[in-house]
């Protein structure tokens, strides 16, 4: 029987707990995954359009350069000549002074340029290079950019190459660049005369792409036709540049973003890792189960407890029912608790007044009926209205299609409606009681156009205090109706501080206020036993804090003409929970 008792006892405790963690995790779940995916996929996609739009500027440079020579045609004929002949005399030799200064002059204003080189077919396979003025391929060290140009068919304008350019003297070290090649054009001839190459430094690009970065595990990528990482910023590890990657198969492990510029035949890349978001799902998987476990331990202990006292007090009742059937002297037992010696008292009772039992049982089940009925009755009107303000905020978002200011008020005049007809507990947690209050001034601050604000000071732990319902309601309420009802900019503070073993409360408005001989009036009221006609909020709040805390617990209200008004109270600190448990036991 005890085991049978104890599994019962434990499924009864447990489960719904359990149940109710589970949902409540699929849900947290379900509702940041969809939250941080679709923040993702937003901050991709804005990535994508930054970067492109960053790097097709610096593009850009390259056909600022081209149309600087190409719709110049002094300035062609004298480079042609100049590549063509070489310094054949001085005016030559001005000349490439001269172009090298505007050559250098635009290099040296644009930090990511590495170099520019400009080549006009000749016979002699000279160019024209920043920093060196007229170069030629036998005694200059970076010119596979020329090798390439030639290689490319003619129809292509344009296009990128990832290269490397040593450095000259006698060290070793190189500069990673992203060349970019545009066709140079005579305006009298459709054949490209020449090619322009303008080398970016790759660091820079790489850099610059960092400052794009929004998640820890976040890539850029800037790719070429064939896949080729051209550059990249993000997680070095797991990319490298001239890596080739497969688009399609990064989709599984990345969300991804992506842009093509079809002209140079590139693709802009911006990748968060799928990872990011499983682990957030993992973090709330492993409270979950922390909560479960920590509910099957509770609720273990919760039902062996209450077994050993069922098993116990039941036995105490089957030997008295054993001994009154067997016309035996009832044995003499002591209850352990009160409600149990009820019980044991009834039984007696009843073997002693057998006569009377049936009529007995008839009026009890006949007042139970109407007590029931009555209950039913009772509860039908704030649930009725409760559920109705409920289908009226959601008809009204259906309406405007997205939350609104009506929406707001009908769902927070519902909570507070909620909280005050169903809701039955006498004594809630003092931070329900604020934020029921909270609410109440939200309505009250929407109804009245913000006319008036609310300051809060609260130095207490919310969580361990026990207090009456509607410590707060009926001041802040009496502010608004009395005292800030005709002010154009109100305002309402509210203190809540420990002391010691109590608790101070204070609701102070800067409204209208009281004269003395109103003020006197007030306090008179508050000793009457009948409520007044007026100020029955003040009256009622008054009596339920003498009647739970007793009389060091009544109002004090002072105010001063159209400055200040201000009531306060103290509540001690334990003597609710202490309240709360000798009803619980006397029920």
Request: hydrophobic share 40%; with cysteine; net charge negative.
């Amino acid at each position: 029987m005890k085991q049978r008792f104890f599994l019962r006892n434990f499924l009864l405790v447990t489960l719904p707990v359990i149940l109710v963690i589970v949902l409540l995790g699929w849900i947290a779940v379900y509702i940041i995954n969809s939250s941080a995916q679709k923040a993702i996929n937003d901050i991709n996609i804005q990535t994508v359009s930054r970067i492109r739009e960053s790097t097709e500027l610096i593009f850009s440079e390259a056909d600022a350069q081209s149309l600087n020579y190409s719709i110049t045609p002094h300035v062609m004929l004298q480079l042609e000549a100049l590549l063509e002949n070489g310094y054949s005399d001085k005016e030559q030799m001005d000349t490439s002074y001269m172009i090298k200064t505007f050559v250098d002059s635009n290099v040296n204003t644009k930090a990511y340029i590495h170099s520019l080189y400009i080549y006009l077919d000749n016979t002699h396979n000279n160019f024209f290079a920043s920093f060196v003025g007229l170069a030629n391929v036998s005694n200059f060290r970076d010119t596979a950019w020329l090798e390439q140009a030639r290689s490319i068919p003619l129809r292509q304008k344009q296009w990128l190459e990832l290269r490397s350019i040593s450095s000259y003297g006698m060290t070793s070290y190189s500069t990673d660049v992203l060349s970019i090649y545009k066709r140079i054009y005579a305006s009298n001839k459709t054949k490209p005369i020449g090619v322009l190459v303008l080398n970016t430094q790759l660091e820079y690009l790489n850099d610059f792409y960092s400052e794009y970065l929004s998640y820890p595990e976040q890539n850029i990528l800037l790719l070429n036709s064939s896949g080729e990482i051209l550059s990249m910023a993000g997680d070095s590890g797991l990319f490298s540049v001239r890596d080739h990657v497969d688009i399609a198969a990064l989709k599984k492990l990345y969300y991804i973003a992506s842009e093509n510029n079809d002209a140079y035949g590139i693709t802009y890349l911006s990748l968060v890792s799928r990872a990011s978001l499983y682990q957030q799902s993992w973090d709330i998987l492993h409270l979950v189960i922390a909560a479960i476990v920590t509910a099957l331990f509770l609720g273990g202990t919760i039902a062996f407890m209450v077994t050993r006292r069922n098993t116990k007090d039941i036995g105490i009742i089957l030997q008295l029912v054993e001994a009154a059937e067997n016309d035996r002297e009832l044995p003499n037992i002591k209850p352990s608790t009160d409600v149990y010696g009820y019980i044991t008292q009834s039984i007696v009772k009843g073997f002693l007044e057998r006569a009377a039992l049936d009529r007995q049982l008839v009026e009890k089940k006949y007042r139970l009926e109407t007590m029931y009925f009555s209950f039913l009755q009772s509860q039908l009107n704030p649930h009725f209205l409760f559920n109705t303000l409920k289908n009226i905020f959601w008809k009204t978002i259906k309406l405007t299609g997205d939350p609104n200011e009506a929406s707001r008020m009908i769902d927070l005049l519902a909570n507070v409606l909620y909280y005050t007809l169903v809701n039955s507990d006498r004594y809630v947690d003092l931070e329900d009681e604020i934020k029921n209050t909270q609410k109440y001034l939200e309505i009250q601050q929407m109804r009245f156009d913000d006319v008036f604000h609310v300051e809060w000071e609260i130095k207490v732990d919310t969580h361990e205090i026990k207090c009456i319902k509607f410590l707060l309601q009926p001041l802040v309420e009496n502010s608004l109706s009395h005292g800030l009802n005709d002010m154009d900019l109100g305002k309402i503070e509210i203190k809540i501080v420990q002391e010691e073993e109590c608790v101070f409360f204070s609701v102070t408005d800067n409204g209208t206020g009281f004269s003395d001989a109103r003020l006197q009036q007030i306090r008179e009221w508050m000793l009457r036993e009948d409520p007044p006609v007026e100020s029955i909020g003040l009256f009622n709040l008054n009596k339920r804090l003498i009647l739970t805390y007793g009389e060091s617990s009544a109002l004090k209200i002072s105010s001063i003409p159209r400055q200040e008004t201000r009531i306060e109270f103290m509540i001690p600190q334990n003597l609710s929970k202490h309240r709360e448990k000798t009803e619980k036991e006397i029920l």
